[in-house]
C-alpha cells in the first residue's frame, strides 16, 4: 500500500500537467474563435454596407433611364474620338416590323422571360459545343442592352454581376417596352452608326418608320456582326442564314411550339420599295 503511494502521486502530477495543457489550448482555441467571429462579422457587416451602396448605384442608373436617354453608351464611350452617329427616336416612331424583326433575331421569348433565358443559353451551349467554337452567347435583348450601355468588354465575374445585376433592374423597373426600344436606339449597326434611325438613314435613306419587313430582317440580320456585314449582301451565306431564321421566327407555322410575342403578325405585306 505504501509503495501505491508515489505512483498514485505521480499519476495525479500527470493528469493536472494534461488538465493544464487541455485547458489552456481551449482558451486559445475559443479567444481565436471570438477574434474570428468578430472579424467575421466586422468584415460581413462591411460587405453588406459595400453592396448596398454598389446596389444602389446600380439602381439609380437604371432608374434615370425611365425618362432619360443617355448621350452615349458605354460602348460608344469605348470607341474612343471615332466619329459617332446616333439620333435617338421613341419606339411609337419605329416600324413596328423592326420591333418584330429585332426580337425574332435577337431574343424570341422577349416578353415571356425575366431577363434571361435559360433554355437560349442551353441551345447556344449546346451548338458552341457542336461547331467547337463560340458561335451564339444566349443573351437576351435586356442582357445586351445591359452590357451595351453600362459596361466594358472585360471578361471577369465581376462583370458578370453586374451584368446580372442590371437586367434584373431594368426587367423590375422599366418594363419590355422601354427595353426594346433603348435596345433599339443603341444597338450597333456599323463601325460608328447606332440605333436604328440613324441605320435607316444610312442604309436606305429614310426614317425607321418607314422600313418595310424585307429592310427590317435585313437590318437585323447585322447585327451579329455590325462591322463585317451590309444588309443587302446576297452572297453572304451567313446573312442568308441569319434572314431565314429570322423570317421563320416572325412567322412561325401554325402548329409552331414557338412561344414569342410576333404571332400578331400573320402574313408579310408587299414590300414598300
Given at each position: 500500500?505504501?509503495?501505491?503511494?508515489?505512483?498514485?502521486?505521480?499519476?495525479?502530477?500527470?493528469?493536472?500537467?494534461?488538465?493544464?495543457?487541455?485547458?489552456?489550448?481551449?482558451?486559445?482555441?475559443?479567444?481565436?474563435f471570438i477574434l474570428y467571429?468578430?472579424?467575421?462579422?466586422?468584415?460581413?457587416t462591411y460587405a453588406a454596407?459595400?453592396?448596398?451602396?454598389?446596389?444602389?448605384?446600380?439602381?439609380?442608373?437604371?432608374?434615370?433611364?425611365?425618362?432619360?436617354?443617355?448621350?452615349?453608351?458605354?460602348?460608344?464611350?469605348?470607341?474612343?474620338?471615332?466619329?459617332?452617329?446616333?439620333?435617338?427616336?421613341?419606339?411609337?416612331?419605329?416600324?413596328?416590323?423592326?420591333?418584330?424583326?429585332?426580337?425574332?433575331?435577337?431574343?424570341?421569348?422577349?416578353?415571356?422571360?425575366?431577363?434571361?433565358?435559360?433554355?437560349?443559353?442551353?441551345?447556344?451551349?449546346?451548338?458552341?459545343?457542336?461547331?467547337?467554337?463560340?458561335?451564339?452567347?444566349?443573351?437576351?435583348?435586356?442582357?445586351?442592352?445591359?452590357?451595351?450601355?453600362?459596361?466594358?468588354?472585360?471578361?471577369?465575374?465581376?462583370?458578370?454581376?453586374?451584368?446580372?445585376?442590371?437586367?434584373?433592374?431594368?426587367?423590375?423597373?422599366?418594363?419590355?417596352?422601354?427595353?426594346?426600344?433603348?435596345?433599339?436606339?443603341?444597338?450597333?449597326?456599323?463601325?460608328?452608326?447606332?440605333?436604328?434611325?440613324?441605320?435607316?438613314?444610312?442604309?436606305?435613306?429614310?426614317?425607321?418608320?418607314?422600313?418595310?419587313?424585307?429592310?427590317?430582317?435585313?437590318?437585323?440580320?447585322?447585327?451579329?456582326?455590325?462591322?463585317?456585314?451590309?444588309?443587302?449582301?446576297?452572297?453572304?451565306?451567313?446573312?442568308?442564314?441569319?434572314?431565314?431564321?429570322?423570317?421563320?421566327?416572325?412567322?412561325?407555322?401554325?402548329?409552331?411550339?414557338?412561344?414569342?410575342?410576333?404571332?400578331?403578325?400573320?402574313?408579310?405585306?408587299?414590300?414598300?420599295?
Amino acid at each position: 500500500m505504501i509503495a501505491l503511494k508515489p505512483i498514485a502521486y505521480k499519476i495525479f502530477k500527470v493528469l493536472k500537467l494534461i488538465y493544464k495543457v487541455l485547458n489552456h489550448i481551449f482558451r486559445i482555441v475559443l479567444l481565436t474563435f471570438i477574434l474570428y467571429s468578430i472579424a467575421f462579422s466586422l468584415a460581413c457587416t462591411y460587405a453588406a454596407y459595400r453592396a448596398y451602396n454598389y446596389g444602389m448605384e446600380i439602381l439609380n442608373e437604371v432608374e434615370e433611364l425611365k425618362t432619360k436617354h443617355p448621350e452615349q453608351s458605354a460602348f460608344m464611350k469605348s470607341l474612343g474620338k471615332a466619329e459617332i452617329k446616333h439620333k435617338f427616336v421613341p419606339l411609337d416612331s419605329i416600324s413596328p416590323y423592326m420591333q418584330k424583326a429585332v426580337i425574332a433575331g435577337e431574343d424570341a421569348g422577349f416578353y415571356f422571360h425575366p431577363g434571361f433565358d435559360v433554355r437560349a443559353i442551353a441551345e447556344a451551349l449546346e451548338v458552341n459545343q457542336k461547331k467547337n467554337k463560340v458561335m451564339f452567347g444566349g443573351s437576351t435583348i435586356t442582357q445586351q442592352l445591359a452590357k451595351n450601355l453600362f459596361l466594358s468588354n472585360e471578361r471577369s465575374w465581376e462583370r458578370k454581376f453586374k451584368e446580372l445585376a442590371y437586367t434584373i433592374l431594368m426587367e423590375k423597373y422599366l418594363g419590355k417596352d422601354r427595353i426594346l426600344e433603348l435596345y433599339l436606339n443603341y444597338a450597333q449597326w456599323g463601325a460608328n452608326i447606332f440605333g436604328c434611325e440613324e441605320a435607316a438613314q444610312h442604309f436606305y435613306k429614310k426614317t425607321c418608320a418607314k422600313l418595310s419587313i424585307d429592310q427590317s430582317i435585313n437590318l437585323v440580320a447585322m447585327l451579329a456582326s455590325p462591322g463585317r456585314h451590309h444588309p443587302e449582301m446576297k452572297e453572304s451565306r451567313f446573312m442568308q442564314e441569319r434572314r431565314n431564321m429570322i423570317y421563320r421566327n416572325m412567322f412561325p407555322k401554325k402548329d409552331s411550339l414557338l412561344v414569342d410575342s410576333l404571332k400578331s403578325l400573320t402574313a408579310p405585306p408587299a414590300s414598300a420599295d
